[in-house]
């Protein structure tokens, strides 16, 4: 999804948000489970297929970079594949409890300008905070790394 979707499911809420993502997951073991699911070393699509359900599931709230004006709360939201908070500014709180990231994310020179908590939350990819600027407390309590 481009900004602008993500975005627009974002306003949607929790409920919304997971069962768009419990879908594309559901679709991703279907593809699995009729062999259609091929990805190459770097988690690019082989077929057209695989591209097609990875450019339907990627969350992208960067490009070009967005501000959080106020609290945002992804507390368990699911992203089903890659998601994309690079050089995203959050004003307010910003809550990740319990998130669940299913491949990579990137918060690659993000701004947290206020109290920041991802406690509970699972990363089960590559996930990057290089560069990102922590400037209020920040907890990861909890959180797992399954990835790199």
Do not use: C
Not at 9 to 26: D, P, S, T
Not at 41 to 54: D, H, P, Q, Y
Request: glycine share 6%; charged share 25%; proline share 1%.
């Amino acid at each position: 999804m481009n900004k602008e979707e993500s975005l627009a499911l974002y306003e949607k809420g929790v409920e919304a948000w997971n069962a768009w993502a419990n879908e594309m997951l559901a679709k991703k073991a279907e593809l699995e489970e009729n062999k259609q699911w091929q990805i190459d070393a770097n988690g690019k699509g082989i077929n057209e297929v695989t591209r097609e359900w990875i450019n339907n599931s990627n969350v992208n709230f960067s490009n070009p970079n967005h501000i959080f004006d106020k609290k945002v709360d992804f507390s368990d939201f699911i992203f089903p594949y890659s998601v994309n908070f690079r050089e995203v500014t959050f004003s307010g709180e910003a809550w990740f409890n319990n998130a669940k990231f299913n491949g990579d994310t990137k918060f690659d020179s993000a701004k947290f300008n206020d109290a920041t908590r991802f406690i509970g939350a699972e990363f089960n990819g590559l996930t990057r905070f290089i560069g990102a600027e922590f400037n209020d407390s920040v907890r990861f309590n909890d959180a797992s790394f399954s990835g790199t």
